[in-house]
């Protein structure tokens, strides 16, 4: 600076800018005066703002600031009292004064709407006026403005006029003979106009719109915070209590419609007017409150009785499959719950319903026949015998139908609610697994649902299948995939499937294997390994047995003499841990099982493969199950007439056993049933069926039987039939009730249930000894939940069995008893 | 009154009759300036874009000017070289920045 100042001598500027002309504070201020009344009445065009600019330079600079503040202050408030005020209450009619009561007469609607948009335009004219005018004012009085702001003591000079009007304007009476304000009368009319609109009324939003902003514009407290705005203050919650009490009205109304679609309807159609509402009459920081309190006092206190409307509610759309309806209930439910319980209650109660009339129906299908099988039994138990037997089988057939026919209504089911869920619910994670719920719920009060599943399997894996494509299968096993998966007793399914799954195989009356294939690899995916390592070990078996059978063969034709004549022998060699066998022989468990007596040739050739087999494994002990098998024999009859008809039989082991002993007998003579039994030692039930399907079956009648009667008594003798014909060469003679996967009798389904137990038992006990070798001490509510954890992929334990079972583990020395409080087992090494 | 004509400039005159045309936008980095010409409010300066400076000598203008073109040209770079400042006018234009809010 020095050197600079060496160099060119600053300028001292002139004092002109201060004290040119008429230098003192009031004559400025006379003239600031004129300008700023002209400025107030709209006639800025004639003024210079550098010269009021200037004017008020100066006097800011005479340190005169705060007085020309207050004399600003005081010129606005008066021009806004004296000018402004009066023409606003000028437009107050009565009508808008009288109506700040609740009473409300409709006839007075017209005329108080015509007021009102006349007072609310003032309003907003005024306001607009104001605005702009104060804009100028601070123009011009910037500079004084930076100089007061800038002590803080006071607030700019547009916050004071905007506080001018707010208390000049809104905060007067509207009449001098009522404390009515004008605020009062602003806000009623307001609100006034926003109820003609949802009552369905067209009003000018734009007016409604500029009359809110300038709520918005004005502030409660002088110092202009966010939260004290006068709409936010005053305004914004009379209109949020408005709405609660419109909507309270307004569910009350539509419950009274009672018409559940409509309500979906009206109740979006009010969210999208209120959005609209807010966003072009109101303010959108309102948006999300309204709609709060709309979904709180039109959703949320009436959903729950609008899903169970009678006749229109869920049930009625479900029912009716009204995906449309579901939809925005569904929306709406979602709205206020996110759980969606209204809805989900409602249709969970329904899918429980719809599920317990399926059960119900296979039931009665079950049960009407069985009843009409009893009537039927009695009815001609006269006259003859024979009938009950078959509808007995009849029954039977008739629970497996109906057992198909329960899984096929539940995948339809399925099916729709699939649909409505992934149309009517947006694929809503939180609803599908509630459906998922229902239906295992309803899947598990069918206490013979296991048992229907495997059979729904074995029927399409028997027959369903054959003249299906690869995907249609892939479908179907799909869906009894699903249905798997509802099921919490697993292990009795599996015990069912296995069951049905040994005699598709054994009988090959599986129609593909692929398919079967595809099946359990399914279920290794649904149920996981464990599941499925039997049912692939007796796939193994099978397979291993082919491979047997083969080696068996060329075993034999080397080393046999080849001129002999041989019987060919296929056989199945089972893993007896591995396979249902005790469910698949009909034995009492009591009567111990002699191994039956076969004819010469083939005990030969059973003896033969015992000794190539044993040969081949050594240790191994092998069980002749002859009540699996079946024989090919060709068997010729001597007709009266001389001639002699041959024929090809396919009939079971035991069959074979039987017709082999008639063999010897000369023409005419008989056996008794004992005699038969006596030389076979087949089992009185086997044996019973066996000669019911040779000698009572009417189309398969190789024996005859006396005396003729449908029952097989121990004293009933059997001749050869030898006038038996047949329009085919080939016969099967299948036997009565053996081949075919039925519904369980009530008797054996108690024995599957106990075997069921009693491995459960096993199976709970492996878990608790599993559980405990980790831990090595553990306390019982511990053990208890551990336990049901690890069980439940299979199935759904009994607590009271575990217990029992610990307390068996306990009694046999695995597991100790280490305290008593809380108890606690120990494991025993 | 050329600069009524074309909207987007903006006359500033001195006490001692100097013009200086310049941008509207250049114009309006100062405060003051920027509310002269605020259409919304209906000052004359604002209905015809001319605005005299009684109080400023040509001298003074002429470097408020060079100021404002300075700045907008300058408004979004970096580490700009300061302008030159006369020294002699220096008080005057303290004032005139002070009077024009800039």
């Not at chain 1, 209650?345 to 009893?374: C, F, P, Y």
Request: hydrophobic content about 35%; proline content about 3%; charged content about 30%.
């Amino acid at each position: 600076m020095a050197a600079m100042r060496a160099r060119n001598k600053i300028r001292v500027p002139r004092r002109g800018l201060t004290n040119t002309r008429g230098d003192d504070f009031d004559s400025l201020w006379i003239a600031l005066k004129k300008a700023l009344n002209e400025i107030n009445t709209k006639n800025a065009s004639t003024l210079s703002f550098e010269e009021l600019y200037r004017n008020a330079y100066r006097i800011t600079l005479m340190q005169r600031a705060n007085d020309l503040y207050e004399n600003v202050k005081e010129l606005e408030g008066k021009w806004l009292q004296d000018t402004v005020q009066k023409h606003i209450t000028d437009t107050i009619s009565t009508s808008l004064i009288r109506s700040q009561g609740p009473s409300e007469l409709q006839d007075q609607s017209n005329e108080r709407r015509a007021d009102g948009e006349r007072f609310l335009s003032a309003m907003k004219e005024k306001w607009e006026d104001h605005q702009v005018c104060m804009g100028m004012v601070t123009d011009v009085l910037m500079y004084m403005d930076r100089v007061i702001s800038a002590d803080k003591s006071k607030p700019g000079i547009y916050s004071v006029a905007m506080a001018l009007f707010r208390d000049h304007i809104l905060r007067a009476f509207a009449r001098t003979d009522s404390d009515i304000s004008i605020y009062n009368v602003l806000e009623s009319t307001i609100l006034f106009m926003i109820q003609l609109e949802r009552n369905g009324h067209m009003i000018e939003r734009p007016l409604v719109r500029q009359c809110i902003q300038m709520l918005e514009g004005l502030y409660d407290s002088v110092s202009e915070d966010e939260n004290t705005k006068l709409y936010l203050v005053s305004f914004e919650p009379q209109f949020l209590k408005e709405s609660t009490e419109f909507y309270q009205a307004e569910g009350r109304r539509l419950l009274e419609i009672g018409d559940a679609s409509a309500f979906c309807r009206i109740a979006s159609q009010r969210i999208a007017e209120e959005r609209e509402r807010c966003l072009y009459t109101l303010a959108l920081s309102t948006e999300s409150k309204v709609l709060q309190t709309l979904d709180e006092e039109l959703i949320l206190k009436n959903i729950d009785e609008v899903a169970r409307l009678e006749g229109t509610g869920v049930r009625h759309m479900l029912d009716n499959n009204q995906l449309d309806g579901l939809l925005s209930l569904y929306k709406i439910n979602a709205r206020v719950d996110p759980k969606k319980t209204a809805l989900v209650n409602v249709m969970n109660k329904r899918i429980i319903d719809l599920g317990k009339e399926i059960n119900a129906a296979a039931l009665t299908a079950a049960q009407g026949q069985a009843l009409s099988g009893k009537k039927i039994e009695e009815e001609k138990k006269p006259e003859d015998g024979k009938k009950p037997e078959k509808s007995k089988e009849k029954q039977s057939s008739q629970q497996t139908l109906s057992a198909i026919k329960w899984v096929d209504d539940i995948l339809a089911m399925k099916r729709q609610f699939d649909q409505i869920w992934e149309h009517a619910f947006m694929s809503d994670q939180g609803v599908q697994s509630a459906i998922m719920a229902s239906f295992a719920d309803f899947i598990n009060i069918n206490p013979r649902s296991s048992e229907y599943l495997s059979l729904f399997f074995d029927e399409n894996l028997r027959k369903g299948i054959k003249d299906k494509t690869d995907t249609e299968i892939d479908t179907l096993l799909d869906n009894g995939i699903t249905m798997l998966r509802y099921i919490k007793d697993k292990d009795l399914f599996e015990a069912y499937y296995k069951k049905h799954l040994a005699r598709r195989l054994l009988m090959k009356r599986s129609a593909s294997m692929d398919a079967e294939r595809q099946m359990i690899s399914k279920m290794k995916l649904e149920v996981g390994n464990q599941f499925t390592q039997r049912i692939e070990h007796m796939f193994k078996d099978m397979t291993i047995s082919e491979d047997l059978t083969a080696s068996y063969k060329a075993h034999i034709a080397q080393s046999a003499d080849p001129d002999q004549k041989r019987v060919e022998l296929d056989v199945d060699i089972l893993t007896s841990t591995m396979w249902p066998l005790e469910s698949m022989s009909n034995t009492d468990p009591g009567d111990a099982q002699k191994p039956c007596l076969f004819p010469k040739e083939i005990d030969n050739l059973k003896e033969s493969f015992e000794r190539y087999y044993l040969g081949k494994h050594n240790g191994r002990k092998l069980t002749w199950l002859a009540n699996m098998g079946t024989v090919d024999i060709r068997a010729t009859f001597q007709r009266s007439n001389g001639k002699i008809q041959r024929y090809e039989l396919n009939v079971s082991t035991y069959g074979m056993a039987i017709l082999s002993l008639f063999n010897d007998l000369p023409d005419g003579e008989s056996y008794t049933f004992e005699e038969i039994q006596g030389r076979t030692q087949i089992p009185s039930y086997d044996l019973i069926r066996n000669l019911q399907s040779l000698a009572v079956a009417p189309k398969t009648r190789i024996l005859v039987k006396k005396p003729m009667s449908k029952d097989v008594k121990r004293t009933d003798r059997f001749f050869v039939n030898n006038e038996f014909s047949n329009p085919f060469v080939k016969v099967k003679i299948g036997v009565v009730s053996g081949g075919a996967n039925k519904a369980e009798n009530p008797t054996q389904r108690k024995e599957t249930e106990g075997k069921i137990n009693e491995e459960r038992g096993s199976t709970i006990e492996a878990a608790i000894v599993r559980i405990m070798k980790q831990r090595k001490k553990s306390v019982h509510s511990q053990l208890i939940a551990e336990v049901l954890a690890q069980l439940a992929s299979r199935f759904v334990p009994d607590v009271m069995m575990v217990k029992r079972r610990i307390e068996s583990l306990i009694e046999r020395d695995y597991l100790e008893r280490i305290a008593e409080e809380p108890p606690t087992y120990g494991y025993v090494a | 009154m050329e600069s009524t004509s074309e909207p987007g400039y903006v006359t500033l005159a001195s006490g001692d009759g100097f013009e200086f045309i310049l941008p509207r936008s250049a114009a309006c980095v100062s405060g003051t300036i920027r509310r002269m010409l605020d259409p919304n409010s209906k000052f004359a300066e604002a209905l015809t874009g001319y605005c005299v400076f009684d109080s400023f000598s040509g001298l003074v203008l002429e470097k408020v000017c060079e100021y404002l073109l300075y700045n907008e040209k300058h408004k979004s770079s970096k580490n700009v070289a300061d302008m030159d400042i006369p020294s002699d006018i220096c008080l005057e234009l303290l004032i005139a920045a002070d009077y024009l809010d800039v």
